[in-house]
T-cell receptor, first 112, second 112 residues
Framework: DGGITQSPKYLFRKEGQNVTLSCEQN?????MYWYRQDPGQGLRLIYY???????QKGDIAEGYSVSREKKESFPLTVTSAQKNPTAFYLC???????????FGQGTRLTVV | DQQVKQNSPSLSVQEGRISILNCDYT??????FLWYKKYPAEGPTFLIS?????DKNEDGRFTVFLNKSAKHLSLHIVPSQPGDSAVYFC???????????FGAGTTVTVRA
């Protein structure tokens, strides 16, 4: 089945450690995205990539990094510079702009 | 600065009745609008969209209305069913822009 796979579903890390969240899609979509959701808030865009080997900062990119070496994969690294990393992280993909984005099941990251 | 606003954090409706969810936006450049449905600990799923050249789009029990002059859109669900109980997000983007701006969401509870 086509879709977006995020792993793991739950992740715990100690404060000060970097952590990488995985996102893979087999929808053959050019664009991929990372969003963050906090309680009572909408989804906020962290980074997005329109095409392989290219990515742009979203609204809250500080403390995060990404890579897009393959069309299918868009991993997100939460660095120790991110001040409030505990959140629900969502990866998405789309054919292009002004089209619906399809989301993965999310990764809940808890930093202790 | 939140460009998409859902001012009602929650809505309770009786099964079989109409659910009306509202969304306002401030960016007059937005021309593509979407509604997503989200269950706890899952990724959002796309429901319905509308472009600015239309004022109404219908898909089964779901209808989205767009009032560009008022910068307002609404989602009607008729008839409401227990499985509709979820958080609904409104989202918007500019022409061919890859970035989606999301509202904070409205939690719908359908009572039996």
């Amino acid at each position: 089945d086509g879709g977006i796979t995020q792993s793991p579903k739950y992740l715990f890390r100690k404060e000060g450690q970097n952590v990488t969240l995985s996102c893979e899609q087999n929808l053959n979509h050019d664009a991929m995205y990372w969003y963050r959701q906090d309680p009572g808030q909408g989804l906020r865009l962290i980074y997005y990539s329109q095409i392989v080997n290219d990515f742009q900062k979203g609204d809250i990119a500080e403390g995060y990094s990404v890579s897009r070496e393959k069309k299918e994969s868009f991993p997100l690294t939460v660095t120790s510079a991110q001040k409030n990393p505990t959140a629900f992280y969502l990866c998405a993909s789309s054919i292009g702009g002004s089209t619906e984005a399809f989301f993965g099941q999310g990764t809940r990251l808890t930093v202790v | 600065d939140q460009q998409v606003k859902q001012n009602s954090p929650s809505l309770s409706v009786q099964e079989g009745r109409i659910s009306i969810l509202n969304c306002d936006y401030t960016n007059s450049m937005f021309d593509y609008f979407l509604w997503y449905k989200k269950y706890p600990a899952e990724g959002p799923t796309f429901l319905i969209s509308i472009s600015s050249i239309k004022d109404k789009n219908e898909d089964g029990r779901f209808t989205v209305f767009l009032n560009k002059s008022a910068k307002h859109l609404s989602l009607h669900i008729v008839p409401s069913q227990p499985g509709d109980s979820a958080v609904y997000f409104c989202a918007a983007s500019q022409d061919n822009d890859y970035k989606l701006s999301f509202g904070a969401g409205t939690t719908v509870t359908v009572r039996a």
